[in-house]
């Protein structure tokens, strides 16, 4: 089971770019988004539950990033726009193979895998 992340980069304050994460070996019923800023813990960004398509965001985040999944390439993405200096982190994708109750979404315990990090620098 593998979760590669991909589609980090450099960018300046009001950029875009979009994060996917590809899953293999198996399904999963719900996947997120999480950074880690230098310094900083690790924090909720998005989620998106599977089947369903429901969608959740960190109040940051909230109308600037929208998380999508593609199911036939058992794929994630998260595109991310008017990008600002404070969303400069390393992103990880993390997946559960069975629905996340909403309580726990945020919390990185609720999911079982991990992906490696992608790294978002946003210049000012």
């Known amino acids: 089971v593998q979760l590669q992340a991909s589609g980090g980069g450099m960018v300046q304050t009001g950029g875009s770019l979009r994060l996917s994460c590809a899953a293999s070996g198996r399904t999963f019923a719900t996947m997120g988004w999480f950074r880690r800023a230098p310094g900083k813990e690790r924090e909720f960004v998005s989620a998106?539950?599977?089947?369903?398509?429901?969608?959740f965001y960190t109040d940051s985040v909230r109308g600037r990033f929208t998380i999508s999944r593609d199911n036939a390439k058992g794929t994630v993405y998260l595109q991310m726009n008017s990008l600002s200096p404070e969303d400069t982190a390393v992103y990880y994708c993390?997946?559960?193979?069975?629905?996340?109750?909403?309580?726990?979404?945020?919390?990185?315990?609720?999911?079982?895998?991990w992906g490696q990090g992608t790294q978002v620098t946003v210049s000012s």
């Open positions: 993390a997946a559960h193979g069975s629905r996340v109750i909403t309580s726990m979404l945020k919390n990185p315990n609720g999911y079982d895998y």
């Open positions: 998106i539950r599977w089947s369903a398509g429901n969608t």
